[in-house]
């Protein structure tokens, strides 16, 4: 369910290999594959439609020619862009926080432009905003200010708002839809996340080897409690609550607690109770 599949988890497999022995694969029938790239792959668990990253150097997938629609955690490191138009200079030599810019043109192709002179009088020099927007087929007015460039170029695709990992999924013909920010009560992948972290630290004795023996605790724990079932249900749930004119706070109380506030962010038991009243 969770991008990271536990957090920190796999980002520790190779400074602690024994993390990597322990896999979804005794809770699930079986997994597909759907992306990969650089020594990591994005695949789907079949039982569960959920996803994880493996830190497995594999072979391409070939399931890039069907349409996936993914939904991930909006955490920062999985949102950050590859660069943005801030970042670079107006003019040549400034600074430039890319080699090359990458981005899908309205027929859906993948282009991609050079940020460095690769020959000339100015080899290895950045090109700057003035010289970008040639490549990139934008005009501009003559005399044209640093202020006015930005406005421009800010329409043009290759600036959009989109995040490395959306980069990455649209070269597989796969949509990342980011769950939204500040909303644990839609977000079922924190819900997970939360699970697993209240069943480890209510059950540790602070050594590294009795964590990794709940990691793969907590897996069992939220699988044989169906806990996913009780997350989809308020996900449904606060959705309905949402378009009937229910408030955040609203929302907070009904399916969390009473003392809840919208001014406290903070992780809440997900209780069966609350859910079956309403």
């Given at each position: 369910?969770?991008?990271?599949?536990?957090?920190?988890?796999?980002?520790?497999?190779?400074?602690?290999?024994?993390?990597?022995?322990?896999?979804?694969?005794?809770?699930?029938l079986?997994r597909k594959?759907i992306?990969?790239?650089?020594?990591?792959?994005?695949t789907?668990?079949?039982?569960?439609?959920?996803?994880?990253?493996?830190?497995?150097?594999?072979?391409?997938?070939?399931?890039?020619?069907?349409?996936?629609?993914?939904?991930?955690?909006?955490?920062?490191t999985?949102?950050?862009?590859?660069?943005?138009?801030?970042?670079?200079?107006?003019?040549?030599?400034?600074?430039c926080?890319?080699?090359?810019?990458e981005?899908v043109?309205?027929?859906?192709?993948?282009?991609?432009?050079?940020?460095?002179?690769?020959?000339?009088?100015?080899?290895?020099?950045?090109?700057?905003?003035?010289?970008?927007?040639?490549?990139?087929?934008v005009?501009?007015?003559?005399?044209?200010?640093?202020?006015?460039?930005?406005?421009?170029?800010?329409?043009?695709?290759?600036?959009?708002?989109?995040?490395?990992?959306?980069?990455?999924?649209i070269?597989?013909?796969?949509?990342?839809?980011?769950?939204?920010?500040?909303?644990?009560?839609?977000n079922?992948?924190?819900?997970?996340?939360?699970?697993?972290?209240?069943?480890?630290?209510?059950?540790?004795?602070?050594?590294?080897?009795?964590?990794?023996?709940?990691?793969?605790?907590?897996?069992?724990?939220?699988?044989e409690?169906?806990?996913?079932?009780?997350?989809?249900?308020?996900?449904w749930r606060?959705i309905?609550?949402?378009?009937?004119?229910?408030?955040?706070?609203?929302?907070?109380?009904?399916?969390?607690?009473?003392?809840?506030?919208t001014?406290?962010?903070?992780?809440?038991?997900?209780?069966?109770?609350?859910?079956?009243?309403?």
């Amino acid at each position: 369910m969770n991008l990271h599949g536990q957090r920190g988890h796999f980002g520790h497999c190779f400074m602690y290999p024994t993390l990597c022995k322990f896999s979804w694969k005794s809770h699930v029938l079986y997994r597909k594959p759907i992306l990969r790239e650089g020594g990591a792959a994005l695949t789907y668990i079949e039982t569960f439609s959920a996803y994880v990253m493996e830190p497995n150097i594999l072979s391409h997938s070939t399931h890039h020619t069907t349409s996936h629609k993914i939904v991930v955690d909006n955490a920062r490191t999985h949102t950050t862009k590859a660069y943005s138009l801030q970042d670079f200079g107006k003019n040549i030599g400034s600074r430039c926080p890319v080699e090359t810019i990458e981005y899908v043109d309205e027929n859906g192709a993948t282009k991609v432009i050079d940020c460095y002179f690769k020959h000339g009088a100015n080899k290895d020099k950045s090109k700057g905003l003035l010289e970008l927007y040639k490549d990139l087929g934008v005009k501009l007015p003559a005399k044209v200010k640093l202020d006015k460039i930005l406005e421009i170029l800010s329409k043009h695709r290759a600036f959009h708002n989109v995040t490395k990992l959306e980069m990455l999924a649209i070269k597989y013909n796969v949509k990342i839809i980011y769950c939204p920010k500040y909303h644990c009560e839609l977000n079922a992948i924190e819900g997970l996340w939360c699970n697993q972290k209240a069943f480890i630290r209510s059950r540790t004795d602070q050594s590294f080897e009795k964590m990794i023996k709940l990691i793969s605790d907590s897996r069992t724990h939220f699988v044989e409690r169906k806990i996913a079932l009780k997350l989809f249900r308020r996900f449904w749930r606060s959705i309905e609550a949402y378009s009937q004119g229910q408030t955040y706070a609203d929302v907070l109380k009904l399916f969390f607690s009473q003392l809840c506030k919208t001014s406290i962010q903070s992780h809440r038991r997900i209780s069966s109770t609350n859910i079956n009243e309403h």
